[in-house]
């Protein structure tokens, strides 16, 4: 498996609160990702960097903020977090995304919101 | 921006039997179109995957078959065991970075020994 740590893997929180999931990859990959999964909805992308202090919005943006300081982490910061965003979260990361495709995902790190 | 259908939600067959999930697409801009296998409780996984410039791709007991006119592709599996009893995602790429995907709903394979 890809070198891929997510943390934390399992938390609970109130409504309103602040959360950071962090990703932490040793491939020195240059692309990365965080992905929400739901029941009935697969996999969304909410943001995604191509390079440090380099992001951008996925399809579900609203409500996350990420950062990317260093090559090797990717956070995902929920400012007030709400029952909606009770998930899944999964981070990716890939090589060359304009020729190889393949995305090595993470554990995920699963986001209970009361 | 993309949408993509996924069918079945659920199959369920018998080891041994074939199984096909179909899949369509409404962004014409789309040339990457990969299939991820996710066990229960584990990470989403690559199993294969096709560009737009090719109909259709084997890798041993699997194939995917890709159909641009009318917008939709499929995963075909063969000879099914046990072990590929799992959750399938397709998903396409929206004619962006091969990275940045908009998946199906998923469908939930059970093979019967």
């Known amino acids: 498996d890809a070198g891929i740590t997510q943390s934390p893997r399992h938390k609970v929180t109130e409504t309103g609160t602040p959360v950071t999931l962090r990703c932490h990859q040793t491939?020195?990959?240059?692309?990365m990702y965080w992905y929400r999964q739901d029941p009935g909805h697969g996999l969304r992308l909410i943001h995604y960097?191509?390079?440090?202090?380099?992001?951008d919005k996925g399809e579900v943006s609203d409500g996350y903020s990420v950062s990317r300081s260093k090559t090797e982490d990717f956070l995902l910061t929920l400012e007030s977090a709400t029952s909606s965003q009770t998930s899944v979260y999964f981070c990716?990361?890939?090589?060359?995304?304009?020729?190889?495709?393949?995305?090595?995902f993470g554990e995920g790190s699963r986001l209970t919101v009361l | 921006g993309e949408n993509v259908e996924q069918h079945p939600s659920t199959l369920s067959v018998q080891e041994g039997d074939s199984a096909v999930i179909k899949c369509t697409y409404s962004?014409?801009?789309?040339?990457?179109f990969p299939w991820y296998k996710q066990e229960l409780g584990k990470r989403p996984q690559l199993i294969i995957d096709?560009?737009?410039?090719?109909g259709e791709k084997k890798d041993q007991r699997i194939a995917v078959t890709l159909n641009k006119t009318a917008k939709h592709f499929s995963l075909h599996i063969t000879e099914t065991q046990p072990e590929d009893s799992a959750v399938y995602f397709c998903?396409?790429?929206?004619?962006?970075?091969?990275?940045?995907?908009?998946f199906g709903q998923g469908t939930i394979l059970t093979v019967h020994p």
């Open positions: 960097s191509y390079g440090v202090k380099d992001t």
């Open positions: 962004d014409s801009a789309s040339n990457y």
């Open positions: 096709i560009r737009s410039n090719v």
């Open positions: 491939e020195n990959h240059r692309y």
């Open positions: 998903a396409a790429n929206g004619g962006t970075s091969y990275g940045k995907l908009t």
């Open positions: 990716a990361i890939s090589e060359s995304p304009h020729n190889t495709g393949e995305l090595f």
